[in-house]
């Protein structure tokens, strides 16, 4: 969609977008991922897909995000794809591509564009202090309903929506399936389960474990120095508790951000396992 014609359809928003500091999406890997493991770098081509950055119209202005579908078709079920801390790379655009081969439009949006461009921050602890920490969930919660509704207009099926998430963006996931009821499925991919309350990030999904009636399947690694077995088990029985259909499935010797396959902590058989049961819980739940 051209600028011009983003105007004429959304005149609304014409005088606010000063609201997001990244306006448009960048190119290549995050500086904070370098050196990049190009051995093992999944690399899928735009063939017979609709590709590229969109403009997602928000209360705050126009969002950058990337979609991915296939070029022909309507009414598709749609997967929203919440990146990790480094913002919407080559590594989330190519998942969205993925997903556009299984037959999904799939939409990922720049989650950090108020704070700051995550993917020029080359130390890991400035993203987590500035961006990360800024943002709040209200507004991830809020710009994800925004690119549902673009979907819907935009060849997307509103009653086959998904949603799934890496590292931050799998609590994102998890907060987003107690936030939507809508929604028909979510796969959370190492989110992070519990942690300390702020302003910003008041609950987790341990939490929200009771508020969560969307069917989620949770991917942890058993060796996550981050995220511990036992807040798998405690989110486990108060899904249980809660009579959650969702399920959490741990790879005994993965650790964290084994799915990522530009980092070296990629594992070729969790990955591509946790690929194949994501997209068979999206199939089970009607997405």
């Not at 969609?1 to 995050?30: C, K, Y």
């Not at 190009?38 to 950055?53: R, V």
């Not at 969109?54 to 950058?64: E, F, H």
């Not at 598709?76 to 439009?105: N, Q, S």
């Amino acid at each position: 969609m051209s600028q011009q014609e983003f105007d004429s359809l959304f005149p609304e928003l014409r005088l606010s977008r000063r609201g997001f500091i990244v306006t448009s999406l960048g190119a290549g890997f995050a500086l904070a991922t370098q050196p990049i493991m190009a051995q093992t770098a999944i690399k899928t081509d735009a063939n017979g897909l609709t590709a590229g950055e969109i403009q997602v119209p928000t209360a705050d202005g126009s969002l950058a995000a990337y979609r991915a579908m296939p070029a022909s078709g309507t009414k598709l079920p749609t997967v929203l794809v919440v990146h990790e801390i480094f913002g919407v790379h080559e590594y989330i655009k190519d998942t969205c591509r993925r997903l556009a081969k299984a037959g999904y439009l799939a939409i990922a949006a720049e989650m950090y564009a108020r704070h700051g461009d995550v993917s020029k921050m080359s130390n890991i602890h400035e993203i987590l202090d500035g961006p990360v920490a800024a943002a709040t969930d209200s507004e991830h919660m809020s710009d994800l309903d925004a690119c549902a509704a673009w979907a819907a207009k935009n060849g997307g099926d509103p009653d086959r929506l998904a949603i799934t998430g890496f590292c931050r963006g799998g609590r994102t996931t998890w907060l987003y399936a107690a936030h939507n009821s809508k929604l028909k499925a979510a796969v959370s991919w190492y989110g992070a389960l519990d942690g300390a309350a702020t302003a910003n990030q008041p609950k987790w999904p341990l939490d929200l474990a009771a508020e969560i009636k969307v069917p989620v399947l949770g991917l942890y690694g058993g060796k996550d120095q981050g995220i511990t077995q036992d807040d798998v088990e405690a989110m486990r029985e108060a899904l249980k508790k809660a009579g959650s259909k969702s399920e959490l499935h741990v790879y005994p010797d993965a650790g964290h951000a084994f799915h990522a396959d530009y980092r070296p902590t990629y594992l070729k058989e969790p990955a591509e396992d946790g690929w194949r049961r994501m997209l068979a819980w999206f199939k089970a739940n009607g997405v």
